[in-house]
């Protein structure tokens, strides 16, 4: 099992400019999360998926749009990217049962 | 309002010592807990949770928490520390408001760093 996998990993935009984070996960979970961390602010929620074709707001959603594609995948978009948007994005996924979060690798996004 | 506060920023411990990170917390009714790691350049580990039962949770790479209703606390500890175990650490408690039962509310993180 390759859990949640997110590309890419680092990416660098200019203001303005619009990009797709991906997030992929094979455990058969419902639920899918979009995480911010940023220094000194913890983990903000920006949106969630608590099952396929249902996405709801986080704390931090405006900027932000999400597509819940099917069970597996749940991206992210930034239609135009801002330096506030600077940050590392995390999704994750939830295991009913068991209340844990499983989280993917990262992404740090640059914005000039 | 539900909330998670851990009042450290930083922890400092040498190598060896016993290791506690703090963690309180305010919900209405019975919280669920959860401690996740995040070392450097990672994303975050689950660690252990408390749903219910024994307050003394243990959980991965030997370190348990202890559930205290009375003082709203869960606290992260570690007998012995390692170097290894540096790192970021989160508390966490489910968010049981309505519809959010999949929600986790999180503290901000504690930065550990054990000391040779």
């Given amino acids: ?112 | 309002a539900q909330s998670v506060a851990q009042p450290e920023d930083q922890v400092n411990v040498a190598e060896g010592n016993p290791l506690t990170v703090k963690c309180t917390y305010s919900v209405s009714g019975n919280p669920y807990l959860f401690w996740y790691v995040q070392y450097p350049n990672r994303g975050l580990q689950f660690l252990l949770k408390y749903i219910t039962g024994d307050n003394l949770v243990k959980g991965s790479y030997g370190f348990e928490a202890e559930f205290n209703k009375s003082q709203t606390s869960f606290h992260l500890k570690k007998p012995s520390a390692l170097v290894s175990d540096s790192a970021l650490y989160f508390c966490a408690v489910r968010d049981i408001g309505a519809g959010n039962n999949r929600k986790l509310i999180w503290g901000l993180g504690t930065s550990l760093a054990v000391n040779p």
């Fill in chain 1, 1 to 112: 099992n390759a859990g949640v996998t997110q590309t890419p990993k680092f990416q660098v935009l200019k203001t303005g400019q619009s990009m797709t984070l991906q997030c992929a996960q094979d455990m058969n979970h419902n639920s899918m999360y979009w995480y911010r961390q940023d220094p000194g602010m913890g983990l903000r929620l920006i949106y969630y998926s608590a099952s396929e074709g249902t996405t709801d707001k986080g704390e931090v959603p405006n900027g932000y749009n999400v597509s819940r594609l099917n069970k597996r995948e749940f991206s992210l978009r930034l239609e135009s990217a801002a330096p506030s948007q600077t940050s590392v994005y995390f999704c994750a996924s939830w295991e009913q049962a068991t209340y844990e979060q499983y989280f993917g690798p990262g992404t740090r996004l640059t914005v000039t």
